[in-house]
């Protein structure tokens, strides 16, 4: 159990020694005790009495020690509701640490503040939290403030909701920076990509087309952004997407017979490749792609595909040359990058000289095709 609260002396400094730096002292002091664990931590008695004189500290301090006081408390589970909201309903200054990070606000109280037209640093607090809910997600983007839906679209933690992204791109579909944070997110959910993707403007959209990938990829991007908004989910849910989303995605394509695994892998894009064919075969993702990186494992997986014995050859050849090519731009550039239809083509090409395989020309005709969309 921890030690008195403070000391008989340090209570009377507290009311009568008004400086800054005494307050600030005598802050530390109790928010340690406060937050302290074990054995050390306040008992209930203890930790009542400490939450009254943080109320005391709230009506007299000035705001630098106010503001230090809800640093100190804002990521305390001792910390009563009634006490968060009191720091809460404080200048911007004071408030924001226990907006952002205090567990002892429910969504009710976060809604309550939204509606009461709050400053807009607040808001911002708010939409940075760990987790926002889609009920304080969606009020957040109708406040139409967009510096807090800037930092809520930052937000990995804010579950937005497809109408909510909807609305996103409606009003800010001119917002180069705003639309990329967008397709940024890891969980961009791929029901809505199509309707961001028809909002955006010109400028952003040639924007979004520099940012991910070189020019021969780009041609193709603007050619599917123009004729097939399908393609264009594809090419932009390879990028950032997690394998729950992408599995999302092969269900609603194989659902509406669009996508084979043949098609993902002329995509050059071994997930959705790995996808399609765990989805095909029954086989959890994880095993599928443990499989994939295994001659045998890859011979068996296709065959059990009733893929085309014909192709077999020709398709591990190129699966080996994309997973080369992902390799060598990591090593480049830091990160995940899918090989341009043009570096697919010559790499296989390059692979198979002097090599009788049959289907190569067949699987390279494919690959160009996606490219160019003629299929």
């Given amino acids: 159990m ?69 640093m100190q408390l804002s990521q305390s589970d001792k910390l009563p509701p ?17 907006l952002q990070y205090s567990e002892a606000l429910s969504d009710a109280d976060l809604l309550n503040i939204i509606h009461s037209m709050v400053d807009d640093k607040k808001l911002e607090a708010i939409a940075k939290r760990d ?21 809520l679209v930052h937000n990995e933690g804010a579950n937005i909701t497809a109408q909510s992204f909807e609305k996103i791109a409606k009003d800010y579909h001119d917002n180069a920076e705003l639309m990329e944070s967008i397709f940024q997110r890891n969980s961009l959910p791929v029901v809505v990509v199509d309707k961001i993707i028809e909002r955006l403007s010109g400028t952003v959209r040639k924007r979004l087309e520099e940012k991910y990938g070189d020019l021969a990829e780009m041609k193709a991007m603007r050619e599917t952004l123009d004729n097939s908004l399908e393609l264009a989910r594809i090419k932009i849910m390879g990028f950032k997407s997690s394998d729950k989303e992408l599995a999302h995605l092969i269900k609603w394509l194989n659902d509406n ?40 494992g890859f011979k068996t997986v296709y065959k059990q595909a009733n893929l085309p014995p ?29 090989p341009s239809p043009s ?12 090599k009788k395989i049959e289907g190569v020309d067949h699987l390279c005709a494919m690959i160009q095709h996606i490219a160019t969309q003629r299929l």
């Fill in 310 to 338: 014909n192709l077999f050859e020709a398709t591990e050849l190129a699966v080996n040359s994309i997973r080369q090519l992902e390799e060598e731009n990591m090593k480049k550039k830091g990160h995940k990058e899918i």
């Fill in 131 to 151: 987790t926002v809910s889609e009920a304080v997600a969606s009020e957040l983007i109708n406040t139409n403030i967009e510096t807090v839906v800037n930092a």
């Fill in 2 to 70: 921890a030690k008195d609260v403070l000391s008989q002396e340090d209570i009377q400094r507290l009311m009568t020694d008004r400086s800054v730096k005494t307050q600030i002292a005598l802050v530390e002091k109790l928010a340690e005790q406060y937050t302290a664990e074990g054995s050390d931590s306040m008992n209930s008695q203890q930790t009542a009495i400490a939450n009254d004189i943080f109320r005391l500290l709230l009506e007299r301090a000035g705001m630098i020690v106010r503001a230090m006081l809800a």
């Fill in 257 to 296: 017979n669009t996508l084979s695994p043949f098609s993902a892998l002329s995509m050059g894009n071994l997930q959705l490749f790995e996808i399609s064919l765990a989805r095909l075969l029954h086989i959890p993702l994880a095993n599928m792609h443990i499989l994939l990186k295994d001659s045998s």
């Fill in 343 to 354: 570096q697919i083509i010559e790499r296989i090409k390059e692979s198979s000289k002097n």
């Fill in 82 to 98: 009634d006490l968060a909201r009191q720091i809460a309903s404080d200048v911007d200054e004071v408030a924001g640490p226990i």
